[in-house]
């Protein structure tokens, strides 16, 4: 019997992904993540003022 185990954190690898994706999908800019989302009508004028709310919070 083998265990497996992943050789990196799971909120190590959810960063790198993004970052990757965000990079190769939207130039680099979070901006224009938010933004197709925003036109494609996936994430609703009370999340985005969320997502505001944590970002000044920061």
């Known amino acids: 019997m ?3 185990t992943p050789s990196i954190e ?3 690898y959810t960063r790198k992904f993004m970052n ?3 990079k190769d ?3 680099n800019s979070y ?3 938010v933004t197709f989302f925003a036109k494609e ?3 609703s004028p009370d999340e985005l003022k ?3 709310r944590m970002i000044e919070k920061k």
């Open 25 to 27: 999908y939207f130039e």
């Open 50 to 52: 969320e997502i505001i």
């Open 41 to 43: 009508k996936n994430i």
């Open 10 to 12: 799971e909120g190590d």
């Open 2 to 4: 083998y265990e497996y």
């Open 31 to 33: 901006k224009e993540l």
């Open 20 to 22: 990757g994706f965000v």
